[in-house]
């Protein structure tokens, strides 16, 4: 990104104050929210083609499908989810008082919190910027965006659609590298959403903490795919590789290894590797697979190889690829590694690129033991047709969301919530989910004309003290 591009430093706290002092004067009510993602529906939908430039661009090349499908379906997908179920979600919910209280009456109403920031990563770089955005003004908040600087056109393209939509009090734009994110996380916010590492996500949660600023995380890890004996070996390796290759393996949901029963797995790799040949064809063109997003990526990536290789295991490239071609193109071919010990980086490390570990096993015990022993992923993938082996997975695992079958897609179903636990994360978005996650739920109670608490006061003798021991059994 171009230095003068970046938002000065000095320029935050205003921004912020700005945003909040909008807010306070005139907070967002259901109209105002409706018209708002209508308009951002409007404006989206009219820049798909100049979106898929500008990611391409940034990438190098990745393909024109994926981003229809993982930027402009899934955001266009939560704006229509928002607006259909907006009224619904904002609604006052009654809940019950118990005798005790009665005739008192109590509701939980959702109110917005005020200005949410929100800190997108690079492999996503629309869908991860727009749908929290999305959840935070349905939930009657103003935001303040800060795009990746690895996805600079990306991110510029996102400043130039927002400032087309909102005005500058209500959604905010920050540009910059790691001294303006720093300074970014440090706001006093009154919600902060980070989307990234792990590592990051450490450093943004110590940020926010002076502030008491609540945080929600989404983070990442190592995502198993667990292929049981039952399941056919064709349909697992298709569906793997989706959830794979898809972006070249940069999807923090992502399958970052593979357990597959011992006695296929050389039938696995040749399922995989035909999967790769029929998706991609002649690596010459390779226009439908997407390269490394940057130099220092792509190194990282290679590391990770030049280790497993001189511990002695097998890497199988799945495409041949000219070496000078793939490190100018920073262009990865799908990669097995068969068998990497438990203390390898591609073991220890989360992959984030298109290098698939493989391990066989013996007994379901001894995956499940593996992935136990991992801290708890984001995603979870199980394969197998029958009930009763995918509930012991689901039982004896735990992971920030699964989809049974199949990879990724669970991401895409805006009624779930979509989140992490632990090193993966923490707090959940997409749907009613988001919108609870900016909002809050604040308990108001309503005291009757005639009430107990107008009896139960000192002095606690004769039959006020025979009134507070009965209710209190």
């Known amino acids: 990104m171009d230095a003068a591009a970046d938002t000065p430093l000095d320029e935050l706290q205003p921004t912020l104050l700005q945003l909040r002092e909008a807010w306070q004067s005139r907070r967002p009510g259901?109209?105002?929210?409706?018209?708002?993602?209508?308009?951002?529906?409007a404006a989206f939908a009219a820049r798909i083609d100049s979106m898929d430039a500008a990611i391409r661009a940034d990438f190098g090349h990745r393909s024109t499908h994926e981003n229809l499908v993982s930027e402009a379906m899934i955001v266009l997908a939560e704006l229509d989810h928002a607006l259909r179920h907006l009224r619904r979600w904002a609604r006052p919910r009654r809940v019950g008082v118990g005798w005790r209280f009665?005739?008192?009456?109590?509701?939980?109403?959702?109110?917005?919190?005020?200005?949410?920031?929100?800190?997108?990563?690079w492999n996503y770089p629309v869908n991860l910027a727009l749908v929290p955005l999305v959840s935070a003004i349905a939930a009657g908040n103003h935001a303040y965006v800060k795009p990746s600087e690895h996805a600079p056109r990306t991110a510029l393209w996102l400043r130039e659609l927002l400032a087309d939509v909102f005005p500058g009090d209500r959604v905010a734009?920050?540009?910059?590298?790691?001294?303006?994110?720093?300074?970014?996380?440090?706001?006093?916010?009154?919600?902060?959403?980070?989307?990234?590492?792990?590592?990051?996500?450490r450093k943004v949660m110590a940020a926010a903490a002076p502030n008491l600023t609540p945080v929600t995380l989404e983070l990442?890890?190592?995502?198993?795919?667990?292929?049981?004996?039952?399941?056919?070996?064709?349909?697992?390796?298709?569906?793997?590789?989706?959830?794979?290759?898809?972006?070249?393996?940069?999807?923090?949901?992502?399958?970052?290894?593979?357990?597959?029963?011992?006695?296929?797995?050389?039938?696995?790799?040749?399922?995989?590797?035909?999967?790769?040949?029929?998706?991609?064809?002649d690596f010459a063109v390779a226009d439908d697979y997407t390269r490394i997003i940057n130099d220092a990526q792509f190194a990282r990536l290679h590391g990770y190889l030049d280790e497993a290789r001189a511990r002695g295991c097998d890497v199988l490239e799945l495409a041949t690829i000219d070496p000078q071609r793939a490190q100018r193109e920073r262009l990865l071919p799908p990669t097995l590694v068969l068998d990497p010990p438990d203390d390898s980086a591609l073991m220890r490390e989360e992959i984030f690129g298109p290098i698939l570990p493989i391990r066989g096993y013996r007994t379901l015990d001894q995956a499940l033991a593996l992935v136990n022993a991992q801290p708890r992923p984001l995603a979870l993938y199980p394969f197998s047709r029958d009930r009763a082996?995918?509930?012991?997975?689901?039982?004896?695992?735990?992971?920030?969301?699964?989809t049974v079958n199949d990879t990724l897609v669970h991401f895409g179903v805006h009624d779930l919530p979509f989140g992490g636990i632990g090193p993966s994360g923490m707090g959940a978005i997409h749907g009613?989910?988001?919108?609870?996650?900016?909002?809050?739920?604040?308990?108001?109670?309503?005291?009757?004309?005639?009430?107990?608490?107008?009896?139960?006061?000192?002095?606690?003798?004769?039959?006020?003290?025979?009134?507070?021991?009965?209710?209190?059994?």
Do not use: M
């Open 173 to 201: 734009t920050a540009l910059g590298g790691p001294e303006v994110g720093a300074a970014f996380a440090a706001l006093p916010f009154d919600h902060l959403l980070f989307t990234g590492s792990t590592a990051v996500g």
């Open 30 to 41: 259901l109209e105002q929210r409706r018209g708002d993602l209508q308009r951002l529906r």
């Open 389 to 402: 082996t995918v509930e012991r997975i689901l039982a004896q695992t735990s992971s920030g969301g699964v």
């Open 102 to 121: 009665w005739p008192a009456r109590a509701q939980v109403r959702p109110q917005p919190v005020g200005v949410v920031g929100i800190i997108a990563p």
């Open 220 to 281: 990442g890890g190592k995502a198993p795919a667990i292929v049981c004996p039952d399941f056919p070996l064709d349909s697992a390796a298709a569906r793997i590789a989706s959830g794979k290759w898809f972006n070249a393996g940069q999807t923090c949901i992502g399958v970052d290894y593979a357990l597959i029963d011992a006695p296929r797995r050389d039938a696995f790799v040749a399922a995989l590797r035909a999967q790769v040949a029929a998706r991609y064809g």
């Open 432 to 473: 009613k989910a988001g919108f609870d996650a900016f909002s809050k739920q604040l308990p108001v109670f309503r005291q009757s004309r005639l009430a107990a608490s107008d009896w139960i006061k000192p002095p606690y003798r004769g039959w006020v003290d025979r009134l507070v021991r009965s209710l209190a059994r």
